[in-house]
């Protein structure tokens, strides 16, 4: 390693790493009771990156030997063209706290237990209701095997596992076709299952969420009041501020928030932080994907603009230190800014009393997903379980509907925050241009308007559960 890093930085490369990655990935899918797939794939190799400035050098190779890294090394070292040559680098392990231990791994348990799983939660949805005519389930699991090592020294290895449990429910009544999902997960293992949410639970949960939807009525179009419930509608947040708040948009310049450190960007109820430190959490880590190790990063405090997300690169440009948010999909690709926990921190409002104030909105609890336009804030948001809000009352389930607005404007009309903080049960993949998994957080929170529309959804990619 010391000798590849040297040949890295032999044409003068103010950084370099080497991330080594061995990653073992499992799937099962049951569909009309059977299984349709199961899956095994092995993903091997070591990247390469050298730094210059704001530029970088990127080379990978799945095959660990001197030779091949030494061919990669040079590749990447490209990117800086000077004749200066490294000095012997010193390599040494670094102490880190471990956020994700696991009772019992997921991957590598007998695959006949897996698909008793699968089953009990596919009976379970179909059992729930005789309008239930598909039940679709998936249990998916990997152990990431992760090695950095750095030209400023730096030794890091971790084992990263994750595992997750989908259920997609369709009731149908009457030509009527509604779905449901309910998931969940992170950085665990089998006790997930069988002491947080068991298989029959999804399945039940997917299949209430369907058949609840039968009933829905279509929601009605224009501006209203909103109110996110707890934990899963932390991915708005995730969507409409989280991304802006990135460093690689604020260096470009491309991000709504470039330049407005000190600025009021929210309502002073509004304390958004990004923390990869939660234990378990699907979006932890225990050092990001450079070797820095993650702190809680304060975002926004009361509605002031305090920082952003930033890798070595933009931290480099903007003169502060990193904050744990170098993150990459897997060892063919650089890393970049992005968000590991990202919240809004508890508020002191009850969330009935939220309930209580508002004459007539929509009250969100769960979503499909969503995207946002980084350059000006605008997102599109597409909710899954949602009722019409009445005088302070939740009325009938609500379907066909999307929430239409920019992630700016929303956080200055937040008007009540809720007691009830809660994480989302480990179910998004964010898809900015590379996939990494990710949490997110909220209370129960109150927006006094946003405009509702169709349900058609199309532009960039988003976080998907």
Known sequence: MRR?????????????????????????????????????????????????????????????????????????????????????????????????????????????????WVEEAEAAARAYDRRVVKASVTIADSLSTIQIATSEGALLRDVRPMMRFNVQVVAEENGNRQVGLSSGGGRMGNEYLTKRMSPSDHGQE?????????????????????????????????????????????????????????????????????????????????????????????????????????????????AVRPTGNGRRESYRHPPAPRMTITYLANGASDPEEILRSTRRGIFCKSFRGGEVDISNGDFVFVPIEAYLVENGRIAAPVKNLTLIGNGPDVLTKVTMVGSDFALSDGRWTCGKGQHVPVGVGLPTIKISEITVGGSSIGGAKGAVP
Request: glycine residues 10%; negative net charge; aromatic residues 6%.
């Open 4 to 116: 590849v890093i040297s040949l890295a930085l032999s044409r003068g490369g103010d950084f370099c790493e080497l991330f080594f990655e061995h990653t073992i990935v499992n799937q099962i899918v049951m569909e009309e009771g059977i299984v349709k797939e199961g899956e095994k794939s092995i993903s091997h190799g070591v990247g390469i990156r050298v730094v210059k400035g704001e530029g970088a050098g990127y080379a990978y190779t799945e095959e660990i030997s001197f030779d091949k890294m030494k061919e990669a090394a040079l590749i990447a070292a490209a990117i800086a063209g000077s004749k200066a040559k490294a000095g012997p680098v010193s390599i040494s392990p670094v102490p880190f706290t471990n956020r994700y231990p696991v009772e019992e791994p997921t991957t590598g348990t007998a695959l006949t237990r897996k698909i008793r």
């Open 206 to 318: 997917a299949a209430r969420q369907a058949v609840l939807l039968l009933g829905a009525v279509d929601a009605p179009a224009g501006p209203m009041e909103l109110i996110l419930a707890q934990a899963e509608s932390g991915v708005l947040l995730h969507e409409s501020v989280g991304h802006s708040l990135e460093a690689d948009f604020i260096r470009k310049g491309t991000s709504a928030y470039t330049d407005r450190v000190g600025d009021r960007v929210a309502s002073e109820l509004v304390t958004v932080i990004d923390d990869g430190t939660m234990p378990n959490d699907r979006g932890a880590i225990n050092f990001d994907d450079e070797g820095t190790l993650p702190e809680a990063t304060l975002l926004i405090e009361r509605g002031i603009l305090r920082g952003y997300m930033h890798d070595r690169i933009s931290a480099a440009r903007f």
